[in-house]
């Protein structure tokens, strides 16, 4: 027989969790010392680890207590339903991972997070994100388009062309006291169509849908894309208007 202390030695259980144990009828000690310390026997140390393992694969211990004491109990079944919400926790965490994510990258663009506003926005782009899908599918129809829109930045993600276009529109709404004319600005705007080109080549007819969405609130929101600020959509249009306008010249 093992005293209580040598359990938790072996298994690594500490001692409130075998006496609450003890409690619910899920593991009984086979007796008592005269001091009145719980003892236990190969079969209950047997016992414990089935529970230890039953906990690892997400089972709460009122549907361990049913496992063990059903002989009949069905695994292929059981270990079906668990595995079908480990799954379903898993897609959740994922869906709070990407969201903990757009977050993080809506600070550094906004500078600050208005919460209310952001669960709004969070509630809004779930309960839309199919329509937001059958949206873009009408404005994006050939396989081409389709290719390009997979390219797009998402403020829910932390890729690194993501995360690098995040970065460059910080700059370019901190760069917008000094106007569009200013060398930080262009600098910015030079930097941006780079690497549009290298990210989506040259391909006008994409640009100018994405545009025609991009710089229109309403279409912006029912293509699911994140909002930005009127005023930097304005700046920034032109800004690059200006850019192109310089290189045009120069090639002249």
Do not use: C
């Not at 009145?36 to 230890?52: D, N, V």
């Not at 069905?74 to 480990?86: A, E, F, M, P």
């Not at 600070?107 to 994100?129: A, C, E, N």
């Not at 007819?205 to 994405?210: A, R």
Request: charged share 30%; no cysteine; hydrophobic share 35%.
């Amino acid at each position: 027989m093992f005293s209580i202390q040598e359990v938790t030695k072996q298994t690594g259980m500490s001692v409130r969790t075998l006496r609450y144990y003890d409690e619910i009828n899920l593991l009984l000690p086979i007796g008592k010392t005269t001091g009145g310390h719980r003892l236990y026997g190969e079969k209950e140390l047997e016992k414990l680890r089935e529970i230890q393992f039953l906990k690892t694969l997400g089972f709460t211990l009122k549907e361990i207590k049913q496992i063990l004491a059903d002989k009949n109990w069905d695994w292929r079944d059981g270990l079906q339903k668990q595995l079908n919400h480990v799954t379903k926790e898993k897609e959740d965490m994922i869906e709070i991972e990407h969201t903990l994510i757009g977050l993080i990258n809506s600070v550094q663009l906004d500078g600050d997070l208005d919460l209310q506003q952001t669960m709004k926005l969070i509630q809004l782009y779930q309960h839309k994100s199919q329509q937001s899908k059958l949206y873009r599918e009408q404005f994006f129809t050939s396989e081409l388009d389709q290719e390009l829109l997979d390219k797009l930045p998402n403020i829910n993600s932390d890729d690194p062309e993501s995360l690098e276009w995040v970065s460059l529109l910080s700059q370019l709404k901190q760069a917008m006291p000094q106007g569009i004319h200013a060398p930080e600005t262009q600098k910015i705007v030079q930097q941006m169509h780079e690497k549009t080109i290298d990210t989506f080549g040259d391909n006008e007819d994409f640009f100018d849908k994405v545009w025609a969405i991009r710089s229109s609130p309403e279409k912006s929101e029912q293509a699911g894309f994140y909002p930005i600020e009127t005023e930097v959509l304005d700046f920034f249009e032109k800004a690059w208007e200006y850019f192109i306008a310089d290189q045009n010249n120069e090639q002249d």
